[in-house]
């Protein structure tokens, strides 16, 4: 059983450009949390979403960030127009349907803007 | 939510054992305690969950008063695989559907030869 899988692992984006980190879960997990980590710190959660819902966004940014986790496909977290502080590793996490709430991380994208 | 004060670091060397003490003076009724290690440019992975007393599984031991305020993680006997961060989280119970997880900024741990 594949654990969670991130792509692109290393993503280098120039200021104003656009950021994209496709997460797929752990096969029969419907569960997908998306968190945040500047160097140093601790993680921080940004969003929660079962399949084609938002449960939480509680975390994340009103503007310029987006996640998604449609009915066929991975989850994806957009970052528009990026700055220098969107620099970080983000990592997404997920959990089975119900019942159990261990999250399993990916390896994380380490987002680096110029 | 709970706010938990842990060590910023800690050394070791190969063979001992680590205790890293976790504060959550305001831990609620219905919170468990939950540790996660990392390591570098990895996720975090989930290590051991407890409520009260002692838990103990094949990698750690968790061991929480009475009272509940505080708690102590315990790696047996650590390697050099062992250099993470260990993160002590308080909230809801893994058996429990959906809720963000709540990181501080958790304990190095190096572990030296």
């Known amino acids: 059983n594949a654990g969670v899988m991130q792509n692109p692992r290393h993503l280098v984006r120039r200021r104003g450009q656009e950021a ?10 419907s569960h997908v949390y998306w968190y945040r980590q500047l160097p140093e710190e601790g993680l921080k959660f940004m969003v929660y979403l079962q399949k084609e819902n938002i449960i939480d966004e509680s975390g994340m940014p009103k503007e310029r960030f987006s996640a998604e986790f449609p009915k066929e496909g991975p989850s994806i977290l957009r970052i528009q127009q990026v700055v220098r502080g969107d620099s970080a590793a983000y990592f997404c996490a997920s959990s089975p349907a119900s019942g159990y709430n261990e999250q399993f991380f990916g390896p994380g994208t380490r987002l680096t803007v110029l | 939510l709970a ?3 842990q060590p910023i670091s800690m050394d070791s060397y190969e063979g001992q054992e680590v205790n890293i003490t976790c504060s959550h003076n305001n831990i609620a009724t219905n919170d468990y305690i939950t540790w996660y290690q990392q390591f570098p ?15 103990t599984n094949e990698v750690a031991s968790l061991f929480i008063p009475a009272d509940r305020k505080s708690s102590t993680l315990s790696l047996p006997r650590v390697s050099l695989s062992d250099t993470a961060v260990y993160y002590c989280l308080v909230g809801v119970p893994i058996k429990a559907a959906g809720n963000k997880l709540t990181f501080g900024g958790g304990t190095r741990v190096l572990v030296k030869p």
Do not use: A, D, E
């Open chain 2, 3 to 5: 706010k938990t004060t």
């Open chain 1, 20 to 29: 994209r980190l496709r997460c797929s879960p752990m096969k029969g997990h």
């Open chain 2, 41 to 55: 440019s990895q996720g975090p992975r989930f290590i051991i969950q407890g409520y009260k007393t002692k838990v």
